[in-house]
């Protein structure tokens, strides 16, 4: 039995990209334009132990699987086509007959990619799952990859979240400019208003709300690397004296009565069962009459599990998890804060990545010899597969926009939204 035909009794039809693999076997019509090629045992041995999506990115992580075709910064091409690609269980006996077939060598797992992180088991050596000093090791294994990297690959404004498109035709620096001046307008920010954001990145939102709205404006990020990126950003646009960007947990920031607090990409780090404390934690951050943003990646639906899959679990956001719109909704309003108005972005999301993978692919030869191929093959698939995803309305892209009532129960919201205008 050869790997094609090993490969043909776990897929339900034929696949819709031509395989080739190393012992000259293949299936796919063969006038595909993308062709996905096994070149070693090692790939099989990866494939094999590690079924589904895991086992498929140790393989092409380290070379032993690759996608002819397209280009490794940004595979989109070929994803679309794998996501049309649907397997079937084997009967005992097929299963049976493909353990024969293999021989127990190749049921051995190889070592995974130095890019994998370690499963969530072994990771109570770090400490519990969302505990501190392990939320604290989960950013650093992405957001400390290098700040040379990210420049390439986010371009100038250095900002890592959805953008938002005015226009189809709009840049990604038009974009992200456009998302940071919404959340501005929807927080409502006027010259002399204190603004807290947190998980502030490089700081792309103080730097904007304290030139553009007169602001002053406090950052906190966990990750080292990027405070220091940041707060020199502050001090070269010269607004040191009314921004800030400092290393720390948001836990553990200074000040209350804050008019305005944003959090744009944080919540996916936090996870579900720390909502309560989260928004419990902003609301007392705000003093009464302030508003909220909340902007994360969110599930389509609130009934799905929360953790991430294997292999953004493992090589992208460890710990990272998502839940839907109506439970981060409901937390808010639970810890008592009144939720005014929320939208989807995901098709804003969708065109960001887009962005952000042609901004890899242009500058490849620099990304690789920054961080490694291997990693760069990593920042391809991931950043290409999560534009699928968007497309597809697997994940979301939701802004909750609140407010902490007075104690006579005003807010101080306009009849009708006044940052549409």
Not at 44 to 57: E, N
Not at 146 to 163: D, H, I, K
Request: with cysteine; net charge neutral.
């Amino acid at each position: 039995m050869t790997i094609s035909d090993l490969l043909a009794t776990l897929s339900d039809g034929p696949p819709p990209l031509r395989f080739e693999a190393y012992d000259g076997s293949s299936l796919g019509p063969s006038e595909s334009p993308i062709t996905l090629r096994l070149r070693n045992e090692r790939g099989l041995r990866y494939l094999a132990t590690a079924p589904g999506d895991l086992g498929m990115v140790r393989a092409y992580v380290q070379g032993d699987l690759v996608l002819e075709g397209v280009h490794p910064g940004d595979p989109y091409d070929a994803l679309r086509l794998i996501g049309r690609w649907r397997g079937r269980r084997p009967t005992p006996a097929e299963l049976a007959s493909l353990v024969k077939t293999m021989g127990w060598r190749r049921l051995v797992p190889p070592e995974p990619p130095p890019q994998e992180s370690l499963p969530r088991w072994r990771r109570f050596a770090e400490g519990l799952r969302h505990s501190r000093i392990r939320d604290a090791d989960s950013i650093h294994h992405h957001y400390d990859v290098s700040n040379r990297f990210y420049e390439y690959v986010l371009g100038p404004s250095m900002a890592y979240t959805c953008a938002v498109y005015p226009t189809y035709d709009a840049s990604l620096e038009q974009a992200q400019a456009e998302k940071f001046d919404l959340v501005c307008r929807k927080l409502g920010l006027r010259p002399g208003m204190r603004l807290l954001d947190v998980g502030c990145g490089w700081g792309g939102m103080v730097r904007h709300a304290a030139q553009h709205y007169g602001v002053t404006a406090i950052g906190v990020t966990l990750s080292a690397e990027q405070a220091k990126w940041g707060q020199l950003a502050v001090e070269r646009q010269r607004l040191a004296d009314r921004a800030e960007v400092i290393h720390g947990d948001y836990r553990d920031v200074p000040g209350t009565s804050y008019d305005a607090v944003s959090s744009i990409g944080l919540l996916e780090h936090v996870g579900v069962l720390n909502y309560p404390a989260y928004f419990g934690f902003l609301r007392d951050k705000l003093r009464p009459g302030g508003r909220l943003l909340n902007h994360c990646i969110t599930r389509a639906s609130n009934r799905t599990k929360v953790s991430t899959g294997a292999f953004i679990d493992r090589y992208v956001f460890p710990d990272g998890e998502l839940t839907g719109s109506g439970r981060i909704i409901t937390a808010a309003q639970d810890a008592g804060l009144e939720v005014r108005h929320e939208e989807n972005l995901r098709e804003h999301y969708a065109l960001t990545l887009r962005d952000w993978c042609a901004n890899l692919v242009a500058n490849w030869d620099d990304c690789v010899e920054e961080v490694g191929l291997g990693t760069a093959r990593v920042w391809g698939l991931y950043m290409a597969g999560s534009r699928y995803a968007f497309e597809t309305n697997e994940v979301q892209l939701h802004q909750v926009l609140a407010v902490k009532p007075t104690g006579e129960g005003t807010a101080d919201f306009p009849l009708r939204p006044d940052w549409l205008s």
